[in-house]
């Protein structure tokens, strides 16, 4: 390093990025180390493959401290794929905890875009996985992730939560939620807030309401809760959810139907 730094240019600078790790530096916190301009020094990241610029944040991280993030990550992701067989993804939160609590919320970024572009993982604003990860239900477990399922089949729009499917099943929550989530990615269930809605009964209920409302006509909370005999605490949920997926738009009290 400090032949790097005696070497001047961009050696110089390439060896205080690198001496931060993945941390990296700030265009201005790399300038007063220099004495370059914020001019000069993007112009050296973007010509140069050893070292990443995060535009937005202007930060300078050496490629090799980014790939031994993402090996990181990759090695945490394996660990909780081992420990949690029936679950399919991971919180999205809890790796970056596990692997970059004490770096800069752009790096860990930047670490799970170049996973995702090199296609080891899967990832979205939630959730994460490896691509290779695949789950492998035993006939038990699958029988049991068939329960949940028929429990919130029969509930219909009046939707059980998830401590609701616990105390039904007798079943601690980490397994219960690890079926929910499979179920959730299969399709089968729908979130709506807090409660959970089989897919069957959500098709039956658009249906339903594209038959009795066409587009352009009102729909209250009232009318809703009469449409579908529901009481407030079902109707509010869902009337939020036809909003997120654009069947309705809000407008103060009332909805339209788009």
């Given at each position: 390093?400090?032949?790097?730094?005696?070497?001047?240019?961009?050696?110089?600078?390439?060896?205080?990025?690198?001496?931060?790790?993945?941390?990296?530096?700030?265009?201005?916190?790399?300038?007063?180390?220099?004495?370059?301009?914020?001019?000069?020094?993007?112009?050296?990241?973007?010509?140069?493959?050893?070292c990443v610029f995060l535009g937005p944040a202007r930060r300078l991280v050496a490629q090799t401290a980014?790939?031994?993030?993402?090996?990181?990550?990759?090695?945490?992701?394996?660990?909780?794929?081992?420990?949690?067989?029936?679950?399919?993804?991971?919180?999205?939160?809890?790796?970056?905890?596990?692997?970059?609590?004490?770096?800069?919320?752009?790096?860990?970024?930047?670490?799970?875009?170049?996973?995702?572009?090199?296609?080891?993982?899967?990832?979205?604003?939630?959730?994460?996985?490896?691509?290779?990860?695949?789950?492998?239900?035993?006939?038990?477990?699958?029988?049991?992730?068939?329960?949940?399922?028929?429990?919130?089949?029969?509930?219909?729009?009046?939707?059980?939560?998830?401590?609701?499917?616990?105390?039904?099943?007798?079943?601690?929550?980490?397994?219960?939620?690890?079926?929910?989530?499979?179920?959730?990615?299969?399709?089968?269930?729908?979130?709506?807030?807090?409660?959970?809605?089989?897919?069957?009964?959500?098709?039956?209920?658009?249906?339903?309401?594209?038959?009795?409302?066409?587009?352009?006509?009102?729909?209250?909370?009232?009318?809703?809760?009469?449409?579908?005999?529901?009481?407030?605490?079902?109707?509010?949920?869902?009337?939020?959810?036809?909003?997120?997926?654009?069947?309705?738009?809000?407008?103060?009290?009332?909805?339209?139907?788009?």
């Amino acid at each position: 390093m400090l032949k790097q730094l005696a070497a001047g240019g961009d050696q110089r600078r390439m060896a205080f990025v690198r001496r931060t790790g993945a941390t990296g530096l700030t265009l201005a916190e790399l300038a007063s180390l220099t004495g370059d301009s914020d001019a000069e020094l993007e112009a050296f990241a973007r010509r140069t493959p050893e070292c990443v610029f995060l535009g937005p944040a202007r930060r300078l991280v050496a490629q090799t401290a980014l790939d031994q993030l993402c090996q990181n990550i990759t090695m945490t992701l394996e660990m909780l794929h081992r420990e949690r067989p029936r679950q399919p993804d991971l919180p999205r939160e809890e790796i970056r905890q596990r692997t970059a609590h004490d770096l800069p919320a752009e790096v860990f970024q930047q670490a799970v875009a170049q996973l995702v572009r090199e296609q080891r993982v899967f990832a979205d604003a939630r959730t994460m996985r490896l691509a290779s990860h695949q789950i492998q239900l035993s006939a038990a477990d699958t029988a049991l992730k068939q329960t949940v399922e028929q429990l919130c089949r029969q509930a219909g729009w009046h939707m059980p939560t998830l401590p609701d499917l616990c105390r039904l099943t007798s079943r601690p929550e980490g397994h219960v939620l690890a079926d929910v989530q499979l179920l959730l990615t299969e399709g089968r269930l729908v979130r709506v807030g807090d409660f959970l809605l089989h897919a069957e009964a959500a098709s039956e209920l658009l249906a339903r309401l594209r038959q009795a409302k066409t587009k352009g006509e009102t729909l209250d909370v009232g009318a809703f809760k009469v449409l579908f005999d529901l009481p407030r605490k079902y109707a509010i949920p869902l009337l939020e959810w036809l909003d997120q997926t654009g069947v309705t738009r809000r407008y103060g009290n009332t909805r339209l139907m788009a």
